[in-house]
């Protein structure tokens, strides 16, 4: 087995990072979604240990390219 190539900010692991990324982290953020271990790994944009609006902003940054 190779190790797996992860993306920070690829929520839904399809090798993009887009929208659909934001929504899933909103929807883990609002409880509506149990994250996966490596969702929390690469939802943590900003390394604080957790995943909350600040990894949000940081992943629509990312999209916007800033």
Do not use: K, R, W, Y
Request: hydrophobic letters at 50%; charged letters at 15%; glycine letters at 10%.
């Amino acid at each position: 087995l190779s190790p797996q190539t992860v993306i920070l900010g690829d929520l839904n692991e399809d090798g993009q990072i887009n929208v659909l990324d934001v929504v899933l982290e909103v929807n883990i953020i609002l409880g509506a979604i149990t994250p996966t271990a490596l969702q929390l790994q690469v939802g943590d944009l900003n390394s604080d240990g957790g995943i909350n609006v600040l990894d949000v902003v940081l992943i629509v940054n990312l999209i916007l390219g800033e």
